[in-house]
């Protein structure tokens, strides 16, 4: 499932001479596994953070704590943020960040499904918005598919 999504990801990075760096919270990990579980994935990863909970997005990603007190971890603004912090603090091209709620119950008043996945290119941030059904698992899986797909997507508009 995630390995041709990211063989293509990996693909596409190197031909441009890219590298990319993920900083991951409701995924807790499964979107780096799925990109370094790619023989090559070394040639283009730099570095992968789980900031988990919202002092380590503070601390480790700089997200300053105002967005988060306002805009909750659960947003877009706060995923712009994350892919920022990952790819500054890790010198690479590009940051990809997933943030969400993945279960069993509501948090920050957001509801089970919602996440949010950011990206940073060239100066630039965006985000997604996106809702997946199922367990948790199902929600953290989903999610890091729907990442590397986002990120493909983001690439192939330049």
């Known amino acids: 499932m995630y390995s041709e ?7 596409s990075l190197e031909k ?3 590298y990319i760096a993920v900083a991951e919270s409701c995924t807790g990990g499964k979107l780096s596994d799925a990109i370094v579980s790619v023989p090559g994935a070394s040639k283009v990863f730099k570095e992968g953070f789980v900031t988990y909970s919202n002092s380590a997005k503070i601390k480790t990603l700089q997200v300053p704590a ?6 909750g971890a659960i947003s877009g603004e706060t995923a712009e943020l994350m892919a920022r912090g990952a790819a500054l603090n890790s010198g690479a091209d590009i940051g990809l960040s997933t ?3 993945a ?5 920050e008043g957001k509801p089970v ?11 630039k941030t965006g985000f997604g ?8 698992e199902a929600v953290r899986s989903a999610a890091a598919l729907k990442a590397l797909e986002y990120i493909s997507e983001v690439l192939d508009t330049e």
């Open 99 to 101: 943030t969400g709620n």
């Open 103 to 107: 279960g069993p119950a509501g948090d």
């Open 129 to 136: 918005e996106f809702r997946f059904e199922g367990d948790r």
């Open 113 to 123: 499904g919602l996440v949010y996945i950011g990206f940073f290119k060239d100066g």
């Open 66 to 71: 105002e967005v988060i007190n306002k805009k």
């Open 16 to 18: 441009k001479g890219l």
């Open 5 to 11: 999504k990211a063989q293509e990801l990996i693909r």
